[in-house]
T-cell receptor, first 112, second 108 residues
């Protein structure tokens, strides 16, 4: 079975802190994605990566950065967390053909 | 811009049939996905349509009309465990753009 693992299910951080969300997949997938999910807004794409060291902005990249140093790992970084970044963050991976996205369990971030 | 519309909420009775519609207006199209998401859980894959027509998979079927920018997910013989959010997503080259989801409540 494909497994996408996110490092933390729940995090509480303070405004201005630097936050790292880690995601690891075990199926040698080329593509990895970070989405955030908010009530009434659905899933919105923050960043995605189609190869090691490659990254592309999604629909809402402001305030975020990403890192993909190894194929299996895709990190989302909030350089200076703000309260409007309180959300559920979902990582996903897919093979090159993108015939299915496999999601992690999500990381619920609260910024106080 | 991309626009994907689906109803916010639907209710249905156990054992019934329900159809969840999705319309899209996007700058490109490489396929349409349906995902199911139970509260507090990750979305799970239901179907992927690339060509026009109906694809059946057990109690779930998905239909696509590319010329109309329209898809639906049909759920038959509803069960209580089908209460969940159903997400329509359009594939645009290397990414998926999601609609806001339809919350389905199945009552006894």
């Amino acid at each position: 079975d494909v497994k996408v693992t996110q490092s933390s299910r729940y995090l509480v951080k303070r405004t201005g802190e630097k936050v790292f969300l880690e995601c690891v997949q075990d199926m040698d997938h080329e593509n990895m994605f970070w989405y955030r999910q908010d009530p009434g807004l659905g899933l919105r794409l923050i960043y995605f990566s189609y190869d090691v060291k490659m990254k592309e902005k999604g629909d809402i990249p402001e305030g975020y950065s990403v890192s993909r140093e190894k194929k299996e790992r895709f990190s989302l970084i909030l350089e200076s967390a703000s309260t409007n970044q309180t959300s559920m963050y979902l990582c996903a991976s897919s093979p090159q053909g993108i015939e299915e996205l496999f999601f992690g369990e999500g990381s619920r971030l609260t910024v106080l | 811009g991309q626009n994907i519309d689906q109803p916010t909420e639907m209710t249905a009775t156990e054992g019934a049939i329900v159809q969840i519609n999705c319309t899209y207006q996007t700058s490109g199209f490489n396929g349409l996905f349906w995902y199911q998401q139970h509260a507090g859980e990750a979305p799970t894959f239901l179907s992927y349509n690339v060509l026009d027509g109906l694809e059946e998979k057990g109690r779930f079927s998905s239909f696509l009309s590319r010329s109309k920018g329209y898809s639906y997910l049909l759920l038959k013989e509803l069960q209580m465990k089908d209460s969940a959010s159903y997400l329509c997503a359009v594939r645009l080259y290397s990414t998926l753009t999601f609609g806001k989801g339809t919350m389905l409540l199945v009552s006894p």
